[in-house]
C-alpha cells in the first residue's frame, strides 16, 4: 500500500514539475485586451439626439494591443515588462457660420450668415510602459497560473481637428497625461498546447484592458 502511495505521490510531482516555467525560462506573450475603456464606456454612448451634430463615429476600436516579456528569477517568481497601446475617439459633423481670418462671421450680399458643415475628430493615443512581478502559484505541465503586479509610465497625445480650418475653431495637440503612471493588479493562466507554445488570458485592474488574452512562448 505504502509503494502504491509512494508511486502516486511522484506521478502527481512529476505531473507538476515536468514543462513548467522553471528558473532562467523566458516567456513571450502577445495578446489584445478587451474593453478600450474611453470607446466602449464614454465615446460610444453617444445617443444621436444632440443638436447639429451629424454621423458620430467612433475613432478606433474597442481593443487594446500589447505584449509581455517574463524571465524567471526562480522557480515561482518572474519579472519583466509590460507595453500596450491603444486608440480611442471621436468624429462628428455639425453645421455653423463660415467665419473669416479674424473669427467674424461672414454674410453673403443679402446680409445673411453663411453657413457649412465642419467635420470635427477627436484622438487620444495611450501608451503604457510597466515593469512586472509575477508569482505563479500552479504549475503543471499544462497549466501555469499566476498573480500580478505592475507599475510604470502612461503617456497620452491627444488631438482635436476641424476641417475645413478656420479662425473660429482651433485645433489643439497636447502630449502627456494628466497623471503619468500606470499600474495593474491581474490574475492569469497560461494553458499549452505544446511544451513551449501555448495560450493565456488575463484578468486585471488598471494598466489596459479588463480581460487580456493572446500567445504565449516559453523558451
Not at 453645421?95 to 484622438?123: K, R, W
Not at 509610465?153 to 503619468?180: F, H, K, M, Q
Amino acid at each position: 500500500m505504502k509503494k502504491v502511495l509512494l508511486s502516486l505521490g511522484f506521478a502527481a510531482l512529476s505531473t507538476f514539475t515536468f514543462g513548467q516555467m522553471g528558473q532562467g525560462s523566458v516567456s513571450i506573450d502577445p495578446y489584445i485586451g478587451i474593453p478600450n475603456w474611453a470607446n466602449s464606456i464614454i465615446y460610444n454612448q453617444y445617443d444621436g439626439n444632440a443638436t447639429n451634430v451629424q454621423d458620430y463615429q467612433v475613432v478606433g476600436s474597442m481593443l487594446s494591443y500589447g505584449g509581455r516579456v517574463e524571465y524567471m528569477i526562480s522557480d515561482q517568481v518572474g519579472i519583466g515588462a509590460d507595453v500596450n497601446y491603444e486608440v480611442s475617439g471621436y468624429s462628428f459633423k455639425f453645421d455653423d457660420y463660415v467665419y473669416d481670418a479674424n473669427g467674424n462671421a461672414l454674410q453673403d450680399v443679402n446680409g445673411d450668415y453663411l453657413i457649412t458643415t465642419y467635420q470635427t475628430q477627436y484622438t487620444a493615443k495611450k501608451m503604457r510602459a510597466m515593469f512586472r512581478l509575477n508569482f505563479h502559484f500552479v504549475q503543471s505541465e499544462k497549466v501555469d497560473m499566476y498573480t500580478a503586479f505592475a507599475g510604470g509610465y502612461r503617456n497620452v497625445n491627444r488631438t482635436s481637428e476641424t476641417n475645413p480650418t478656420t479662425s473660429g475653431y482651433s485645433d489643439i495637440n497636447l502630449n502627456g497625461a494628466l497623471i503619468p503612471v500606470a499600474g495593474r493588479l491581474a490574475v492569469g493562466a497560461k494553458i499549452y498546447f505544446t511544451q513551449n507554445i501555448g495560450a493565456h488570458v488575463e484578468l486585471g485592474a488598471f494598466g489596459g484592458g479588463l480581460l487580456q488574452a493572446g500567445l504565449s512562448v516559453k523558451f
